[in-house]
């Protein structure tokens, strides 16, 4: 778990905690760590995509820096021009 997760876990437990043992609060606890409790769940199935889909970016982030490396004074395709820079070089 990482520490996301970890608080997310711990404000649960705290609000179920608060809820359960006051009369006063426990309009607010209870609600509060049902919550919280949705929210840990959330993170902890998405945990490994998350991680797997930073990996991803970091991979994609390396390449296009070793392309930009390899290819410092290679223009852009004509494609990634807008019209306005089309129409003022063809002028």
């Known amino acids: 778990m990482n520490k996301t997760t970890k608080v997310l876990l711990l404000i649960s437990v705290t609000g179920f905690l608060v809820g359960a043992t006051t009369n006063v609060l426990w309009g607010i606890g209870m609600p509060i760590g ?3 409790l949705g929210f840990f769940l959330i993170s902890k199935v998405l945990e490994k995509e998350v991680t797997a889909f930073d990996e991803e970016q970091r991979m ?3 390449i296009a820096a070793q392309f930009s490396a390899q290819n ?3 223009p852009l395709p004509d494609h990634h021009l807008s019209a306005s820079v089309h129409a003022r070089a063809s002028a």
Do not use: G, I, Q, S
């Open 60 to 62: 994609r982030l390396e």
């Open 34 to 36: 049902a919550v919280f």
């Open 72 to 74: 410092p004074t290679e």
